[in-house]
């Protein structure tokens, strides 16, 4: 399990771009599932849409790639610095299967399908309760920034 400050340690990103808040679990080199909170609140949602708040189908994606990157952190053997990023490099085969509104709670899934030459590749989902909202396939690489 990661708490905020964790997950802050091995991101990059901040408010309002950091859309992981918890890691309820992590398995290097397998699996990692964590959850995104939906709130009213959220700069998106005023300008998407006013009188029907849906979260934009980018940032679910956004969310589910950035727990996929704290899995590839976690299963690099490598300390997280200052220095290191997580770049976000591919997706594929993405599908939207039901909208996500304030007060939806996202579990963000994700396993590892292939380690090559330092690109890692998932299989990503969200979920709301029991229903899938998106599924694609993720890629993304850790570098040292200069």
Not at 44 to 69: N, R, T
Not at 94 to 117: C, M, S, W, Y
Request: proline fraction near 7%; include cysteine.
């Amino acid at each position: 399990m990661m708490e905020i400050t964790d997950i802050m340690r091995h991101l990059p990103h901040r408010y309002p771009f950091l859309l992981v808040d918890r890691v309820l679990e992590l398995v290097p080199n397998e699996h990692v599932v964590a959850i995104k909170n939906v709130t009213m609140n959220e700069p998106h949602f005023p300008g998407h849409f006013p009188h029907h708040p849906v979260m934009p189908g980018v940032l679910i994606i956004e969310a589910m790639a950035q727990a996929a990157g704290l899995l590839a952190f976690k299963s690099s053997n490598r300390d997280t610095t200052e220095n290191s990023v997580i770049y976000f490099v591919g997706i594929d085969n993405a599908r939207f299967k039901r909208p996500v509104v304030p007060g939806d709670q996202l579990r963000l899934e994700a396993k590892i399908t292939k380690n090559v030459r330092g690109i890692w590749k998932f299989e990503a989902r969200a979920m709301v309760g029991d229903q899938l909202a998106c599924e694609a396939e993720l890629m993304c690489t850790i570098r040292e920034l200069d």
